[in-house]
């Protein structure tokens, strides 16, 4: 049985791709995965880590414990794939999110979905219950604990998502505290690997506290240096379309339809979300890390890009065409100039 299990590991890694998220991460969980008994999928993750998780600078991966394995045997790597998201899952969001809601997992078009309400006292997916807390939390990769595999080909008949209070993003104010900091969400940023746009919070959002509830649309550092190179080269407009006025958890993005539009703090700079499969995209950019900070104003989503202007064909002539608005060189600029 386990020369069974090591031979097939050793099969998987031969067909593995490379992953972002940092060895010492991988090593790191193995170990806890291991001192917390889930020993089997430690030595899977030590193993075929770069096959399960995804080319992101975050995932989230569902341990089953070693009485799964014991009773299913050495699973098939497409189902150890349909245990990894490449989602960074917090506790908080994976109970915001409504019945029939759908996860993506590293297996091709196939989802996790919800099957727990709010109001349980344990959240459950594909009727699996999952561990109240992570087995490992570094802010890139999260591990919850499952009892046994889920179900491939679990039937979402009669699941299905609940219609969303929002119809779009309005300026939505609420009284101000009077002694709000951006310094806890500063750090959550910093901690997680999103050191630029917390920056920009600590300089910046001085102008937004007027009591009015944000969202933070935060792009991984690494992103944003590849796009720009260096901090003093990053002008406000970048920051800017990453703000929505308004405050939109995790929970409500899932449930708007596809092609609606968000508004943003840059003027002329909207958000299109789409969906391909079952994977949620801003502009055609990834979120990484769902409700990353969350308060009563202030919500934070992780992405695995930095946003640009979609421009069609007719956009793109029409900019050509006209050099007198300000928007229009407003426009022209996020397209080109700034990348």
């Not at 709010?118 to 939390?137: G, H, M, R, Y």
Request: aromatic residues 8%; proline residues 5%.
């Amino acid at each position: 049985m386990a020369y069974s299990l090591l031979t097939s590991l050793i099969i998987f890694c031969l067909f593995s791709l490379s992953s972002s998220l940092p060895s010492q991460t991988i090593l790191d969980a193995a170990e806890i995965l291991s001192d917390s008994g889930y020993v089997s999928m430690s030595l899977t993750l030590e193993l075929v880590s770069q096959t399960l998780l995804p080319k992101s600078p975050s995932a989230t991966l569902f341990a089953a414990s070693d009485a799964a394995f014991i009773e299913s045997g050495q699973p098939p790597l497409s189902l150890l794939q349909f245990h990894s998201s490449p989602l960074a899952l917090s506790f908080e969001s994976l109970r915001s999110l409504p019945v029939g809601a759908k996860i993506p997992t590293m297996f091709a078009n196939h989802s996790l979905i919800v099957t727990s309400a709010a109001s349980d006292s344990q959240i459950s997916l594909n009727n699996v219950n999952i561990t109240s807390s992570p087995l490992f939390d570094d802010g890139s990769l999260i591990i919850f604990g499952v009892d046994k595999f889920f179900d491939l080909n679990f039937p979402a008949l009669g699941l299905t998502r609940s219609p969303s209070p929002n119809t779009g993003c309005t300026d939505d104010a609420i009284a101000s505290s009077g002694g709000d900091s951006f310094d806890e969400v500063s750090g959550v940023l910093r901690s997680r690997g999103y050191s630029v746009m917390a920056s920009f919070l600590d300089l910046q959002l001085l102008g937004f506290r007027d009591g009015t509830k944000m969202t933070v649309l935060a792009p991984a550092d690494e992103v944003m240096m590849d796009r720009v190179g260096n901090f003093s080269d990053i002008s406000s407009s970048i920051f800017l379309r990453h703000v929505l006025p308004c405050k939109v958890s995790w929970s409500d993005l899932v449930n708007f339809d596809d092609g609606s539009m968000l508004p943003t703090s840059l003027e002329g700079f909207t958000i299109n979300i789409t969906r391909s499969g079952d994977t949620l995209k801003l502009n055609e950019v990834s979120v990484a890390f769902p409700d990353m900070y969350h308060s009563d104003w202030l919500v934070v989503h992780g992405l695995g890009e930095v946003l640009t202007l979609l421009v069609g064909p007719e956009q793109a002539a029409d900019s050509s065409s006209e050099t007198g608005g300000s928007n229009t060189n407003e426009q022209t600029a996020l397209g080109n100039s700034e990348f």
